[in-house]
């Protein structure tokens, strides 16, 4: 049955495509490749999320430059998803997976020696931006080269499976990335992409297949590129800066403002160019639209939660890399079990339900998490990271396909970048969001709390430093105090932490319950073969 509005495939998969002999074409073959290209990207997160403390330690960073650290990678990504996938769709997307598997395996060890060499945050900074472009060629052209090798009643499945290789390798990457920090070191974080990327690189030169180039993508509408990137660079840098130059500010109302008068203008533009970089046609399918904003909702809710937690863990309770891994697991292991699952269940009996279970399982895990407090045990988080695992999968599976799996196959790399977009604005707003809600409780509650523990009074400079540090969970505790200050410092300062660190947790919990809504809109699309 037919939807109104929606947007259907008028051109199936070629079907030699999906019936090679031999190596190169294979469809096992080229999920393979696409998953391993991905898996740089997935473990990259996850590895840095743990390395953020160690990070922060040995550069001196603030809590906005280790944003950054994370902000900066999921911004590029975000402004160049879009448009990337477009030139897949116009020279062909084997071409450009190669290109961003070579590009992400340099610029990491790049990030890693500005470390090493360097130590200087700026260049690790500026290193994360490059990864993100190149990381941005990876993502909407391995979602592409599985719509054009795959059946469309093989496609649920082939996405759980992709998803479930990407899990797999986020699982990896805390308990990697703590053996590298505490055995090793935080660069070494970036160098483990560099093997990686070689083994991708060979085995995507010796399997995937060309996708033919799209005559839908001749253009790639440079005025709307430039808007999409003021838009996403102006909202995400006035939620960062916010906080300390003041929600009402001249300067945050400016970049504010901007942000909407881009948005604004890149859909008047988008909705006259003869051939735009982002088709408004596609959201006139209800499942599309669905899917992009259950996309941006997840990813909000997961990166606040993994954001905090590695900082709880770390500074706080004082568990090391190894042990913030291990305690994470449960989040990625419980989305590599769920992803093939709810590919399986998705196909059977469409997306809706499975969705809008899952965001009601990730908001109770949110809410789960927002009660941990300096009492509770360290392993009282597991059930809740498991339960936001096993919510997440789902919805990853089923807006994945309703976005891929709805979109003309002629802007495959199109619909892609849409679906890899929403993933990194998500992630970007919900760590600036629940950062700048971290920070005004910190501002909010720190002063009298200070002084209600008879500590030193601080000046206004003094204040402000502390204040940063504790919203990383770090006691400001001077040279030659005494054991009682010492204590009494670090007791105001996880107190309060952990208040901030509530707070973004109920406000993620809000924003899943949001999710779950969103979720009641999908349907099965005539694209999935409904």
Request: proline share 5%; glycine share 12%.
């Amino acid at each position: 049955m037919s939807h109104p509005g929606d947007v259907t495939i008028g051109v199936q998969a070629d079907p030699q495509t999906t019936n090679r002999r031999g190596m190169r074409g294979s469809p096992g073959l080229t999920l393979l490749s696409a998953a391993l290209g991905v898996m740089m990207v997935a473990i990259d997160g996850t590895i840095v999320a743990v390395a953020n403390p160690a990070i922060q330690t040995k550069l001196g960073a603030s809590l906005a430059d280790i944003q950054w650290v994370t902000n900066g990678y999921l911004l590029a990504l975000a402004v160049t998803l879009i448009t990337i996938g477009k030139f897949g769709d116009r020279f062909g997307h084997r071409k450009v997976f190669l290109t961003g598997i070579v590009g992400f395996a340099a610029t990491s060890a790049a990030a890693g020696l500005s470390g090493s060499i360097a130590s200087s945050i700026s260049l690790l900074i500026a290193f994360r931006v490059l990864q993100g472009v190149f990381g941005a060629m990876l993502q909407p052209t391995a979602l592409a080269l599985l719509r054009a090798t795959f059946p469309i009643e093989k496609l649920n499945s082939a996405i759980g499976i992709w998803g479930a290789v990407i899990g797999a390798s986020s699982a990896a990457g805390p308990i990697v990335g703590g053996l590298l920090v505490q055995h090793i070191n935080w660069e070494a974080c970036f160098y483990v992409n560099v093997p990686v990327g070689i083994i991708a690189l060979v085995i995507g030169l010796l399997v995937l297949r060309e996708t033919p180039p799209s005559p839908a993508a001749r253009s790639f509408d440079l005025p709307g590129t430039a808007l999409l990137t003021a838009f996403l660079f102006l909202l995400v840098w006035g939620l960062i800066k916010a906080p300390d130059a003041g929600w009402t500010s001249t300067a945050s109302i400016a970049y504010f403002a901007g942000a909407v008068v881009a948005l604004i203008a890149f859909i008047a533009r988008e909705s006259r160019a003869k051939e735009p970089l982002l088709p408004l046609k596609l959201f006139r399918s209800v499942p599309i639209s669905a899917g992009v904003v259950l996309v941006l909702l997840l990813m909000f809710a997961m990166f606040g939660a993994m954001f905090f937690m590695t900082f709880f863990m770390e500074n706080v309770h004082g568990v090391d890399a190894i042990g913030t891994g291990v305690r994470l697991l449960p989040l990625t292991a419980m989305m590599m079990i769920g992803a093939p699952l709810s590919g399986a269940v998705i196909t059977r009996i469409g997306p809706r339900v499975p969705m809008f279970i899952g965001m009601l399982l990730a908001a109770g895990a949110l809410f789960g998490l927002s009660r941990i407090s300096m009492a509770s045990s360290l392993n009282d988080t597991i059930i809740w990271f498991a339960m936001l695992g096993l919510g997440l999968s789902p919805v990853i599976v089923g807006a994945t396909e309703v976005i891929v799996g709805n979109a003309p196959i002629e802007l495959a790399g199109v619909a892609g970048g849409l679906q890899s977009t929403a993933m990194q604005v998500g992630g970007t707003i919900g760590t600036a969001v629940l950062g700048a809600i971290m920070s005004a409780k910190v501002a909010s509650l720190l002063p009298a709390r200070w002084a209600a523990a008879h500590l030193p009074a601080l000046s206004p400079t003094s204040l402000a430093e502390v204040k940063s540090l504790t919203t990383v969970g770090v006691a400001s505790v001077p040279k030659g105090a005494s054991p009682q200050v010492a204590a009494a410092i670090a007791d105001v300062t996880h107190a309060t932490f952990i208040s901030g660190m509530t707070a973004a947790f109920m406000v993620a919990g809000v924003v899943a319950i949001g999710g779950a809504l969103i979720a009641l809109l999908t349907k099965k699309g005539d694209a999935a073969g409904h």
